[in-house]
């Protein structure tokens, strides 16, 4: 018998955390704790510990498919790829913007590079995006505005030093459950947790204030809070003289939004605002937490400079305990975007719109002219899908068919295009649409990076192989660029191209492989190999150009879709502890989906009373952009007037409920969070 422990990193949240998988004669049995990795110290949450289960399945892809007369064919790797070669080739040449590509967190930093290299070098575009366009899109482009750079400031191990830990939009007990870990650790010493949520989730049942609000009133509640400090004088006067800028400006505009005033657009209490508002400023070191509940709304930049806002008026950035923490869902989102695998950067947030860098991106990779128009993202590629515009799709380790807002019509979209190509482990909803199914290799079949949410960059490695022909996304995706007439990716392995990434993306240049290989690994930025890396961001200085933090002064704005008689609840979404964005490992892991193996409607008892809807009763939940009939969760730990459903059922998909039509100005976020809702009883 042949027993191997091999370290490794989760596939699944952005914690990062690390463990050993566990073979015996090459098929994985377990994962067992791997005590020196410093992110999670030996623990893990359910689904890392059963991270194993989906590997093996018997539906995994294993031979490419080529779709004729509507039905799956079995094909060579030479006759799919190169049928995927020729087609690209053809609409490439008639127009190069009529091609789209969506990378993928899921997949490694070396992946992710190459996906975004073939796109720009080799197709002559800059339309490639992913789903951190729906994540944390505003952490990016709000935190690069308030701070210069758009990443979580501080690391998940720095948060258990906080004396005050505000969170905001996260339930990050079941989210993020090793984040969750160093809360409790920094409660354990007396640090005090205040919890903003509109669900009393079970992260708000161990605040020690819970501050239940209406979804998407996040930017007047922050302003109201910064409104107390200021009134209060518990501001940071030297933080503010020496760190920021904008004060004045800031201070005109919260001044305007009293804590009663507030109150009644936000449904929470003055008096708990006023209270929460003193208990994070008086803290010698506040952290701020948030997620998805603060960025999936129009005015998720504008929420996210709000919180960034609160950091700097009260001093707290820079020291370990303190910061503003995104939490990012998926296991490599952080280094999808660093890699460039979005449409208006290249590696390292180099912006594409700027000549220089398209002139040093031409000399690094050799390759003729790249264009400065920047591309599409997620929600525009789709919207030019069903326009006509987009011609084809090459999709890697995505499952927009469930992720994305109004399913309809991101099949409308994937139906309209001429050709659409598929790369996954599974036969996902989306890959079902595919003219080309390309099977790829899991997390534990190759070996790469992932970069946390705590910007750490850690290896996965190989531990058993892949089933059948399935092939590592890097290798396939080179083999299509050769196919097309490049001779730009000729790599023996995941280390030979991170060797590229590091000299193209100053963040990673001081990472060699015997750093990494340590457990502790490295956190960006990292700019050379006698760098120790930066857990803590922004100790002395910003990012912006004169090193200052910018105070932005930011108006409420209401959602875009507001209750009305027909449509009278608000509907927001969100995950949960046993399952991951689409499901399609998780609900194929046999223990997590024991514990839940389907969705359901959260809905307050009252309300739930008033409509006779009992719990676990089928009911019907209509949007304006489709319906679902869902079980219902009568519960008193949610707001009256307001509905939640976790995203991750296919047979009851949040999503068809969801709006594309409004989006974030700044990030082209879509309002997954509001939903102007009905909720009935089945005849
Ligand atoms: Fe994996 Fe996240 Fe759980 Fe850690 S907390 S084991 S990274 S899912």
């Not at 910064?226 to 004060?247: A, C, P, Q, Y």
């Amino acid at each position: 018998m042949n027993i191997q422990y091999t370290p490794t990193t989760c596939p699944y949240c952005g914690c990062g955390c690390g463990f050993n998988l566990v073979s015996v004669d090459g098929k994985l049995k377990g994962v067992e704790p791997w005590k020196r990795n410093p992110v999670n110290e030996g623990k893990l949450c359910p689904k890392g510990n059963f991270s194993y289960e989906f590997v093996h399945r018997e539906d995994r892809l294993t031979t490419p498919l080529i779709k004729k007369g509507g039905e799956f064919v079995e094909a060579t790797w030479d006759e799919a790829l190169d049928l995927v070669a020729s087609k690209l080739g053809e609409i490439k040449d008639t127009n190069p913007e009529a091609l789209a590509f969506l990378s993928s967190a899921r997949c490694t930093n070396e992946e992710n590079y190459l996906m975004q290299k073939l796109v720009r070098a080799v197709i002559g575009t800059h339309n490639i995006d992913h789903c951190a366009r729906l994540c944390h899109g505003p952490t990016v482009a709000g935190l690069a505005q308030t701070f210069g750079s758009g990443a979580m400031t501080n690391s998940l191990e720095s948060v258990a030093h906080a004396d005050c830990i505000f969170i905001i939009g996260s339930n990050t007990l079941e989210q993020h459950p090793l984040m969750w870990r160093r809360v409790l650790q920094a409660k354990a010493k007396g640090a005090k947790l205040i919890v903003a949520d509109p669900r009393f989730t079970p992260s708000a049942k161990k605040a020690d204030l819970y501050l239940p609000f209406k979804s998407g009133t996040d930017v007047a509640l922050m302003n109201a809070m910064m409104n107390v400090i200021i009134s209060e004088g518990l501001e940071d006067k030297e933080f503010i003289e020496n760190r920021t800028k904008n004060f004045e400006e800031l201070k005109a505009v919260v001044m305007k939004y009293p804590p009663e005033k507030v109150a009644d657009i936000t449904e929470a209490s003055a008096d708990l605002i006023k209270e929460a508002a003193r208990m994070y400023a008086k803290a010698d070191n506040a952290a701020i937490i948030y997620s998805m509940g603060i960025t999936q709304h129009t005015t998720g930049t504008d929420n996210v400079m709000s919180t960034s806002n609160l950091a700097m008026i009260t001093g707290n950035l820079g020291r370990p305990g303190t910061g503003v923490n995104p939490l990012r869902g998926q296991n490599n989102v952080q280094g999808a975007c660093d890699m460039g695998a979005l449409p208006v950067v290249y590696p390292g947030y180099q912006k594409v719109i700027e000549g220089e860098m398209a002139e040093k991106m031409m000399t690094a990779w050799g390759c003729g002219d790249l264009t400065c128009r920047p591309g599409l993202t997620v929600i525009e590629m789709m919207n030019a899908a069903d326009a006509g515009d987009i011609k084809g799709m090459y999709i890697m380790g995505e499952n927009p068919m469930v992720s994305d807002p109004d399913i309809k019509h991101v099949k409308e979209g994937l139906e309209s295009l001429d050709f659409l190509v598929v790369q996954d482990i599974f036969l996902t909803e989306t890959a079902e649409l595919a003219d080309v199914v390309l099977p790829a290799t899991s997390w534990a079949e190759k070996d790469g990076t992932f970069t946390s949410t705590e910007r750490r960059v850690q290896y996965i490695r190989k531990a058993v192989d892949a089933p059948g022909e399935a092939r590592s996304d890097w290798s396939i995706i080179c083999d299509i660029a050769k196919k097309m007439g490049s001779d730009l990716f000729n790599y023996d392995s995941p280390q030979d191209i991170f060797e590229e990434v590091r000299t193209v993306t100053p963040q990673y240049a001081g990472m060699n492989k015997e750093r990494l290989e340590k457990p502790e690994a490295l956190h960006w930025p990292c700019p050379d190999e006698e760098h120790p890396g930066t857990p803590i961001l922004w100790g002395e200085k910003c990012a912006t150009p004169d090193g200052l933090g910018v105070l932005m002064p930011i108006e409420f704005i209401p959602p875009a879709e507001l209750t009305d008689e027909e449509y009278p609840f608000t509907l927001t979404t969100g995950r949960m502890l046993f399952h991951w964005h689409t499901g399609s490992m998780t609900r194929r892991s046999k223990t997590l989906d024991r514990e839940v193996p389907t969705g359901f409607v959260e809905i307050n008892t009252e309300d739930a009373a008033e409509l006779g809807i009992k719990n676990k009763e089928l009911v019907r939940v209509k949007t304006r952009r489709g319906e679902i009939e869902i079980g219902a969760k009568v519960t008193p730990d949610i707001m009256k007037g307001i509905i939640f459903i976790p995203f991750h059922f296919v047979e009851c998909a949040a999503n068809t409920l969801t709006q594309s039509f409004a989006l974030d100005p700044a990030a082209k976020m879509p309002e997954f969070k509001v939903s102007a809702a009905s909720i009935e009883k089945m005849e």
